[in-house]
């Protein structure tokens, strides 16, 4: 084997069997995000809708991962139920080590079981074992059984699965990795549930060998990353407090969607700050594997058993986006009534911020009459709490027609009962930043429909030109440097350490000078190689919406201009008709 050459392995769900293979060159798909869209290219049937049992459902990691820290993520790449186009979706948790300890750099599910299964796959172990007992559980079950399925052996050990959501198929259903991460958005965890798959149990229960002839040389560099991780300000600001540091901000800046983004600003949003958690619900940080940050909050939550004077604490993870989807968002305005539905989306394995952003739809549509409560079920009004549990249940479960409607996506429910104009949805359901027009055109249009895609809400903040061209240069570029990062899979939180000439050394050191040396064009066709395939598998940019609500936002800086929003979308468009054209008619 090249040492270029990635090591997949590859899963026949359907005939129970599995391969291991070489594939492509880290030299040019680098890996995670790059190395995702290869593999789709290979094995994905971009004219064939996202359920066949051929499509493929890929984990990749990158070459870093596991010589440097927080290069601790994991890319998804699947064909998404939201849209029935090529999707990813990132995580954290144990998932990218086990993988790095157990060989491969990517995995890959094929075909669809006969019966629900769980799959594991170590070092020296392939197998699946049969879990039609599990189908059916929620997620803290599903882990909780899984747990004993499969003991810990020596190494690193990290279990994925799905909740009834997945098994429902809702087109945002999650994939919970290792109890406090997922891949959240654009519903992976439907397509685990169409092949069958509860659960996916890795066990790193190899060896890897450090990097280089001269081990000297490596654990310099390792040592100078890991005091640049630790010694800036990243570690304070991601640690502490963490993310939800920017609830108060925001809401201060106009720029907080509240109740269905009717509102960006509400003194009540004090309820919900990060200070708030910190001081009345966090009892521990958690991290993911190989870093040296801990950004993960675990909240403490007390929940009295009905008609019992007996009480259960729960452990459960929040951040800025939870807090926002499930708080602010549906107008609970207490950190812990936020933390309980939290809680009880956690167990249906849904995305958070998609079914927040639904809720909210739900419960303006409720109030304007264009729900009934046959329908609803369900007393859905801004801050009741019990509705929203009865409900996020109830979506988990497709409960009934409207449920099941509304787990397909607020545009999608809209589309039948009404209410287009307030769905809050830009590609998928919003993600917390009310902060204006080039936000709104990034998520409108960018690849995951993420806030994490480019950082236009920060160029919201510190722009007011309002110059388009400016804007969509701005989004292309950043846009473009993410993949990288995206496609060596760091967290991007690590984004101001990690800079071009620390990943030269890294790579260098790790034996591949000759990527060092090309980042930017591998970065660069990897960032056409993804919008290819998006395009290749359905996406039309130019049908893409933002719905009015959006145009009625006011934040600090005043109204939105339609006029600025339009034109910034028109020029990223273009761009990326242009970064997704074949090579061969690409005009450069
Ligand atoms: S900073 Fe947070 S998300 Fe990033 S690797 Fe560390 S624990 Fe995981």
Same mark, same amino acid.
Request: charged residues 20%; contains cysteine; hydrophobic residues 40%.
């Given at each position: ?150 003991? &810990?052996?020596?190494?690193?050990? &990290? ?430």
């Amino acid at each position: 084997m090249s040492d270029a050459a990635f090591r997949v392995c590859i899963i026949h769900l359907h005939r129970g069997k599995s391969e291991i293979v070489t594939f492509g060159d880290k030299n040019k798909h680098i890996g995670g995000s790059g190395l995702a869209a290869a593999l789709f290219e290979q094995f994905g049937l971009p004219g064939e809708p996202w359920s066949h049992p051929d499509q493929p459902l890929i984990f990749a990691i990158g070459c870093l991962t596991g010589y440097f820290p927080l290069m601790s993520k994991t890319v998804a790449g699947f064909k998404s139920p939201y849209h029935d186009q090529y999707a990813e979706s990132h995580a954290g948790g144990r998932l990218a080590l086990a993988m790095r300890f157990a060989g491969y750099d990517a995995i890959v599910l094929r075909g669809r079981a006969r019966l629900p299964v769980a799959v594991h796959i170590g070092s020296r172990i392939i197998e699946t074992k049969d879990a039609n007992y599990l189908w059916g559980a929620n997620v803290f079950t599903a882990g909780r059984v899984i747990r004993r399925a499969f003991p &810990s052996g020596s190494g690193h050990r &990290s279990i994925l699965r799905i909740g009834p959501a997945g098994e429902t198929l809702s087109a945002y259903a999650c994939i919970n990795v290792d109890t406090f991460r997922h891949f959240g958005r654009l519903g992976s965890g439907s397509v685990m549930g169409v092949k069958n798959v509860k659960a996916i149990v890795v066990s790193g229960d190899g060896d890897m060998e450090l990097p280089g002839t001269d081990s000297k040389v490596y654990g310099k560099l390792f040592k100078k990353v890991y005091k640049d991780m630790t010694a800036t300000e990243m570690m304070s600001k991601y640690h502490d407090l963490g993310t939800p540091v920017n609830i108060a901000p925001l809401n201060a800046l106009k720029s907080l969607p509240i109740r269905n983004l009717q509102q960006t600003s509400d003194p009540d949003a004090e309820g919900l700050s990060g200070e708030k958690f910190g001081a009345d619900l966090l009892i521990r940080n958690a991290a993911c594997s190989g870093c040296p940050v801990g950004c993960i909050h675990v909240g403490m939550l007390r929940e009295q058993f009905q008609d019992e004077h007996r009480f259960q604490i729960r452990q459960v993870s929040y951040d800025f986006e939870t807090i926002f989807s499930l708080g602010s968002m549906v107008g609970l305005m207490d950190a812990s009534s936020a933390l309980a539905l939290m809680d009880e989306v956690e167990k249906q394995g849904l995305d958070a911020m998609s079914t927040g952003v639904a809720l909210a739809w739900a419960t303006e549509a409720f109030q304007k009459g264009l729900l009934s409560m046959e329908q609803v079920e369900y007393d859905l009004a801004f801050g009741n709490l019990q509705a929203y549990k009865e409900a996020v249940w109830c979506l988990g479960h497709a409960k009934n027609e409207f449920y099941r409607d509304l787990a397909q996506g607020s545009m999608h429910a809209a589309g039948k009962y009404g209410g287009e104009d307030f769905a809050c949805v830009l590609g998928q359901e919003m993600a917390g930043y009310a902060t204006g027009e080039t936000f709104f055109a990034s998520q409108s249009l960018s690849f995951r429909h993420s806030h994490l895609d480019t950082g236009a809400y920060g160029y919201d903040q510190k722009h007011h030109d309002k110059n388009p061209d400016k804007a969509v240069a701005f989004m292309v570029e950043d846009e473009r440097e993410r993949v990288l990062l995206t496609s060596l899979v760091a967290c991007l939180f690590a984004r101001g350490v990690y800079k071009k000439e620390l990943l030269a050394e890294c790579l260098a050191c790790v034996g591949l000078p000759d990527l060092a040396a090309n980042m930017d064009q591998a970065s660069e066709d990897m960032q056409r190689l993804r919008w290819r395939t998006r395009l290749a598998t359905g996406f039309e940019p130019e049908k893409s919406r933002v719905p009015k609500r959006f145009l009625e936002v006011e934040t600090w800086a005043g109204n939105m201009e339609p006029a600025y929003l339009d034109a910034v979308r028109q020029g990223y468009i273009k761009v990326i008709r242009e970064l997704g054209a074949p090579a061969e008619t690409r005009q450069e």
